[in-house]
C-alpha cells in the first residue's frame, strides 16, 4: 500500500488529484490530505473513501514551517513512511506592483511562505522518508514560474523560485532512486485565482486572466498524475507554454505581448 501526502487538497487541483488516486488506486492507497479547511478537506476524503481509499485528514497551514513538520511526522507516525510528496498548496495574486502601495507589500513575503516556503519545508521534512521508499516527489509550479506575467509579479516570484528549489533538489537526488516532476500549469478551471489576492492583498474576487479556455481541473490533474508515475522531470501542460518558454531565448519581446494578451483587461 502507498501512502500519497498531498497539500491544498481542500479543492481545486489538489482535490481532484486525491479522487482520481483514490479510483486509480482504491484499497491499494493511503491517502493524507492536508489544507486549512478542515471540512472541506473531509467532503474530500468521503469521496476517496467511497472509491476504497484510506484517508487521513490533518488540518496543516504550510505557511508555519512547525505545522509542516508536524504533518510530516504524523504521517509516518499513522501510516509508516511516505512514498508520494505532493506539494500542492499555494495562493494566487494578481496585481500590478505599481498599484501596491509600500505599507501593503507585506503579503508579498504572506504569498511567498506559503508557495515557496510550505514546499520546502514539507519537502525538508519528507525527504528522509521518501528517499528510503525511493519514492516521489511532485511540485506544483506554474506557467507564471517559466515566463513572466504582468501583474503577477508576487506569484510569479513564487514559482520561479519554486522552479529554482526542485530543479536543483532533482540534481541533487540523482542516483538516489527518487524523481522529482515539476508541474506547469496554465489556466485551469479551479477557484484559485478569484479567492487569490489583490494589490491590498485582500480576496480578489475574480480572475484577472481570461478564463474562457481553462483547462478542466480533471484533465490538468490526470496529465500530472500521468507525469508522476512515469516519473517525469516536468509536465508543461499547454502548448503555449511549451513554445514560450523556448520562445523567449530567442524572441523575449514577442513572449511579453503573448504574456499581456493573457489578461482579462490589458492596461499599460
Not at 501583474?151 to 524523481?179: I, P, Q
Request: proline share 3%.
Amino acid at each position: 500500500m502507498q501512502t500519497i501526502l498531498i497539500t491544498g487538497a481542500s479543492d481545486g487541483i489538489g482535490a481532484e488529484l486525491a479522487r482520481q488516486l483514490a479510483k486509480q488506486l482504491g484499497p491499494d492507497v493511503q491517502l493524507v490530505l492536508a489544507a486549512r479547511q478542515e471540512a472541506l478537506l473531509q467532503q474530500v476524503a468521503a469521496a476517496c473513501q467511497a472509491l476504497g481509499a484510506s484517508v487521513r485528514v490533518i488540518r496543516t497551514d504550510v505557511s508555519d514551517p512547525q505545522q509542516c513538520r508536524q504533518l510530516i511526522d504524523t504521517t509516518v507516525a499513522e501510516c509508516g513512511g511516505i512514498d508520494v510528496l505532493i506539494n500542492n498548496a499555494g495562493v494566487s495574486a494578481h496585481a500590478m506592483l505599481s498599484e501596491v502601495h509600500a505599507d501593503d507589500l507585506a503579503w508579498y513575503e504572506s504569498l511567498m511562505l506559503v508557495n515557496l516556503w510550505g514546499s520546502v519545508w514539507c519537502t525538508h521534512a519528507a525527504l528522509p522518508h521518501i528517499r528510503a521508499r525511493q519514492g516521489r516527489i511532485v511540485a506544483m509550479a506554474s506557467l507564471a514560474g517559466l515566463v513572466g506575467v504582468p501583474g503577477r509579479t508576487a506569484y510569479s516570484a513564487s514559482k520561479f523560485a519554486m522552479t529554482g528549489f526542485f530543479e536543483a533538489l532533482r540534481a541533487e537526488l540523482l542516483g538516489s532512486g527518487v524523481s522529482v516532476t515539476t508541474a506547469y500549469p496554465g489556466v485551469v478551471d479551479t477557484q484559485i485565482r478569484v479567492n487569490g489576492l489583490n494589490a491590498k492583498g485582500q480576496t480578489a474576487g475574480s480572475s484577472g486572466l481570461k478564463e474562457d479556455r481553462a483547462m478542466p481541473v480533471a484533465e490538468c490533474a490526470a496529465l500530472i498524475l500521468q507525469g508522476m508515475w512515469a516519473r517525469e522531470r516536468e509536465v508543461v501542460m499547454t502548448w503555449q507554454g511549451k513554445l514560450g518558454r523556448w520562445l523567449k531565448l530567442i524572441a523575449p519581446g514577442l513572449v511579453e505581448k503573448m504574456a499581456w494578451a493573457a489578461l482579462k483587461s490589458p492596461q499599460k
